[in-house]
């Protein structure tokens, strides 16, 4: 990472302190090597407003909030009673039906993305927050550290998740929503530990983080304040990531039965419609609705994603401002 020392009051010192970093892109880092929240935040919004990926993936999240956070204001009825016919079609009463046990299937839907959107926020956010914490301690600290938590994460690679899950989960069988992130959360952190390890042992002997070191800074104050804030990309793409694997895990959960089946989900809902042969008694929408939710809600995870990875990768940049740009040879 190149450095200027500008002269004057707020030239740099001989500790190395005042030191204006250059960004890969050619920007300027603020003081200390590290990316203001201001800026990480400006920088989200202009990707959102001229990708399109970033775009429908945004409207999808957004919309997907809205519906958990006021579910009472899109369907009236009870998502658990069961007051209504059974099997009954699609009307105006009920907009999708209802299932074999005369529950309204469309308030099954709306109710149902507020616990499906808990899990995939609430393991986003936690194996992120760890996988932060060991991968970037672990490449920093070095030694013995670096080894006991590599080691300690590369046993958790080696093991297929989704089966190490199924283990898990039939001990907690009935678990509900909190027991259900933690348990995602418990095998979804490592393989983003291995790369904030990667991406903090390529900022190590940075000139900041030397600085920090020359001025007598304790490790955590280097790791948390000078480290971390030059990951915010990465650490976005990380969030969204695990937020989707959480939204296709917790599902597949529930879907075999591994859940609390009296949970209003997307998840039990597929576990209840397999369990009455809904494509066989001809309520096929009681698999095709939930299903369609949970790709959707996945798809905002991964277009958000894609986006956030051309921020934190450059070289994508001008590879797609090339595109549909004739070259123009030389008369």
């Known amino acids: ?5 500008p002269g004057g009051p707020g030239g740099a010192s001989e500790s190395g302190q005042g030191a204006i970093a250059l960004t890969p892109g050619g920007g300027l880092m603020p003081q200390g090597g590290g990316i203001t929240g201001a800026r990480s935040l400006r920088r989200m919004t202009r990707a959102i407003r001229s990708n399109g990926k970033a775009t429908v993936g945004t409207a999808l999240l957004v919309l997907f909030c809205l ?21 009954l079609g699609p009307s105006s009463q009920h907009l999708l039906g209802t299932t074999a046990f005369g529950q309204d299937m469309f308030a099954q839907v709306i109710y149902g993305t507020r616990p ?39 046993v958790l690679l080696v093991i297929p998740a989704f089966p190490l899950l199924i283990v898990i989960a039939s001990y907690l069988h ?11 959360t418990a095998v979804s952190w490592s393989y983003t530990a291995r790369q904030l390890r990667a991406q903090a042992l390529s900022l190590r002997n940075r000139d900041f983080l030397e600085a920090a070191r020359v001025r007598g800074e304790r490790s955590i104050y280097i790791i948390v304040v000078e480290i971390i804030p030059t990951m915010t990309s990465l650490l976005v793409a990380s969030f969204l990531t695990n937020a989707l694997y959480a939204v296709l895990f917790s599902s597949s959960l529930q879907f075999i039965g591994l859940g609390n089946p009296n949970t209003v989900s997307w998840g039990t809902m597929l576990y ?11 309520q096929a929408i009681w698999i095709i609705v ?9 798809a905002a995870f991964a277009l958000l994603n894609y986006a956030f990875d051309e921020i934190g990768n450059p070289a994508l940049r001008p590879v797609r401002s090339m595109r549909g740009k004739r070259v123009r040879r030389p008369r």
């Open 272 to 282: 209840w419609a397999e369990n009455n042969e809904a494509f066989q008694t001809g």
């Open 67 to 87: 519906v958990a956070l006021f579910p009472g204001v899109i369907a009236r009825d009870d998502p658990s009673a069961e007051i209504y016919g059974r099997a």
């Open 116 to 154: 499906v959107l808990l899990i995939a926020l609430g393991v986003g956010l936690s194996a992120t927050i760890i996988a932060m914490l060991i991968g970037v301690a672990a490449a920093y600290l070095g030694g013995a550290w670096d080894g006991v938590l590599s080691l300690f994460t590369d």
């Open 1 to 5: 990472m190149a450095t200027l020392a």
């Open 290 to 298: 939930p299903g369609l939710c949970i790709v959707a809600l996945g």
């Open 174 to 184: 009935g678990a509900g929503t909190l027991v259900l992130i933690g348990v995602v």
